[in-house]
């Protein structure tokens, strides 16, 4: 089923169409990898293009230079330096979504298959029904197969860190991290987590020495990993600067389009960006994001099991798309995997904040032509996972971990919080239908001609900081239960 939608969005609109665009693809064939990242906006330079690098680190190049070959092989046209830029053919566009399939076949669904597989929650049904659900993601599908990208390879890598983490192999999932990270450097939003776990097992190991030799094999495992991932860069210091500068582009500003972020959100009510300079602008996004990740890096790190590092995962994400410099739409995709973690432990939460990150990039489907796809698979994936994880019969304030909320709202008249969240997201989800159907059927006023962009935008941001400020309650006040808790040896 999962691979069915994907299979339709790719034969769906795709981002970029009928106007020219830098595809990398010619790029990469003719160019080394050094070149090719270096040079990428250079008007100048031999590809003669220009294209945002922001998302992708260093090795991002490597991964397409076996599809770039091959497109080459089948047709030339296709990878033409200079000539291939805005070409357009169905069969192009269906072998460019087709290497989107196969890598996420050999990456993005083992590591799906086997995390749940390996440290899924109950009964082989449950554990195929979780499965299930976090194929069916509409985000990622929509983005990969539609805006046509290769998030499911960082986000693959990254999984698979996860899983070997959980199985106590922490040199390996060192290891896949670092490619993760490598391959696609907003996996940052994941690095703290990661850290402050492994730190975490060093500090809580029976001796000194044995806390001391995981550190060291830890280490290694990264030092040497990310050496040979930047290999490429290290013999020219000024190349290595260059790749820096490509990957953190400060010069964009705060924030760009209608993201579902608080600079975005803020700035319907004031304009940040015209009062304050972008020098102080960059120190402020700083500043608030490292106080929103502190709370929960420092938890982990002072209790580091694994249910506080998929808790973790999710409240560095979500801290880093809220508060972060320079953020896109499509990085909400770094807090749903760790939320796709949390379906079997917290299932109307991990769904409602699944839906909510797919609805908040509707302006960019509609922008590529994928509303129908949009509509197809948002509905197939709320159907099936109300269906298969029954989330709403289970939304007690003891299933919902809600207790702490209770403590905090003592002075509050008496009421089952666990019914007016499950009421709250069935109104959500009605919000998110109509805002959806508004949105294309409706002109907006001459006067406010991003009224839908916005509308949204703030909506999905009123969500994802409620769901930020809930997990990190949960982190701080719910002990892990016992069949998800691992105890670092």
């Not at 040079?39 to 599809?67: Q, Y």
């Not at 495992?221 to 013999?235: I, N, Q, R, Y």
């Not at 995997?337 to 699944?354: E, K, M, N, V, Y």
Request: charged content about 15%; proline content about 6%; overall charge positive.
């Amino acid at each position: 089923m999962g691979h069915q939608q994907c299979c339709f969005a790719l034969i769906s609109g795709a981002s970029g169409k009928w106007r020219p665009s830098p595809f990398t693809d010619p790029m990469v064939a003719a160019l080394c990898v050094k070149d090719c990242f270096c040079n990428l906006h250079h008007s100048n330079s031999k590809n003669g293009m220009k294209s945002k690098t922001k998302e992708r680190a260093g090795r991002g190049g490597d991964f397409f230079k076996t599809p770039s070959f091959l497109a080459k092989a089948i047709n030339p046209e296709w990878v033409e330096l200079h000539k291939s830029r805005g070409y357009e053919s169905d069969a192009h566009k269906l072998f460019m979504r087709a290497t989107v399939l196969v890598a996420d076949l050999l990456i993005y669904l083992p590591a799906v298959v086997l995390y749940c597989m390996c440290l899924g929650d109950g009964s082989p049904r449950k554990k195929t029904s979780v499965l299930l659900c976090t194929l069916l993601y509409p985000g990622l599908i929509l983005i990969d197969y539609g805006h046509f990208q290769y998030n499911g390879v960082s986000l693959g890598l990254a999984l698979l860190a996860v899983l070997a983490l959980g199985l106590g192999w922490d040199a390996l999932g060192s290891m896949f991290f670092c490619l993760a990270l490598s391959y696609k450097q907003m996996e940052l939003y994941h690095a703290l987590p990661f850290f402050c776990y492994l730190l975490g097992k060093c500090f809580k190991q029976e001796s000194v020495w044995k806390g001391l030799f995981l550190l060291v094999r830890i280490s290694v495992t990264v030092l040497l990993t990310l050496a040979l991932c930047w290999l490429p860069f290290l013999s020219d210091p000024s190349q290595a600067l260059q790749v820096l500068r490509r990957i953190f582009p400060v010069a964009r500003g705060l924030f760009e389009d209608k993201v579902a972020n608080t600079w975005c959100s803020l700035n319907v009510l004031i304009k940040i960006r015209s009062i304050v300079s972008s020098d102080s602008q960059l120190y402020l996004s700083l500043a608030c994001t490292v106080l929103a990740v502190l709370p929960s890096s420092l938890r982990l790190l002072t209790k580091p099991t694994f249910w506080q590092f998929k808790l973790a995962l999710v409240n560095s994400s979500l801290a880093f798309f809220l508060f972060s410099y320079q953020v896109h739409e499509k990085s909400i995709l770094l807090a749903s995997l760790p939320a796709c973690l949390l379906l079997s432990d917290l299932p109307l939460i991990a769904i409602w904040l699944l839906q909510t990150s797919t609805f908040s990039m509707l302006p960019l489907f509609v922008k590529d032509g994928l509303l129908v796809p949009y509509a197809v698979t948002s509905l197939a994936f709320l159907y099936f996972s109300v269906y298969l994880l029954s989330p709403l019969r289970h939304c007690t304030e003891q299933e919902l971990r809600i207790e702490g909320y209770r403590k905090m709202l003592f002075c509050l008249p008496k009421r089952d919080l666990g019914c007016v969240v499950k009421w709250k997201f069935c109104i959500s989800v009605l919000a998110m239908v109509a805002l959806s159907i508004a949105s294309v059927t409706s002109s907006p006023p001459p006067h406010l001609p991003d009224l839908f962009p916005v509308l949204i935008s703030t909506f999905s941001f009123m969500h994802f900081m409620g769901t930020y400020v809930y997990f990190n309650i949960v982190q701080f006040t719910e002990p892990p239960s016992k069949k998800s808790q691992k105890k670092t040896s």
